[in-house]
């Protein structure tokens, strides 16, 4: 899959961000109910873990929506087409006839 970049890569990147926000998350709850910390520094460490973990999502949504978009819309890159329709015609026959989709004879 394409997109802005390539989809294994933004999968692992938001894969660590969510853990990472969820142990920083756990961890500012653990220690506002052992009153280690201030109940403002714990609001403040949930939403920004809440506002990370909630956009790397996006981003791999639109990433992988826009990888597929453009794949439908242009098709595969690495594909380029026949300069002799004769040959990709015949191309064409072989490959069924390979296949046993016709019974059509390769000319």
């Known amino acids: 899959m394409n997109g802005y ?29 052992w009153g280690t910390i201030g109940e403002e520094l714990a609001r403040r460490c949930f939403w920004t873990a809440f506002i990370l973990s909630f956009g790397s999502m996006i981003f791999l949504l639109t990433n992988y929506i826009f990888g597929n978009l453009e794949q439908g819309l242009f098709g595969d890159r690495n594909h380029t087409p026949s300069a002799d329709p004769a040959f990709a015609e015949r191309l064409r026959k072989a490959k069924e006839f390979r296949a046993g989709g016709t019974d059509s004879k390769i000319v």
């Open 5 to 33: 970049l390539p989809h294994a890569v933004v999968k692992a990147v938001v894969f660590w961000v969510l853990t990472a926000c969820i142990v920083a998350s756990t961890l500012a709850g653990i220690l506002l109910a």
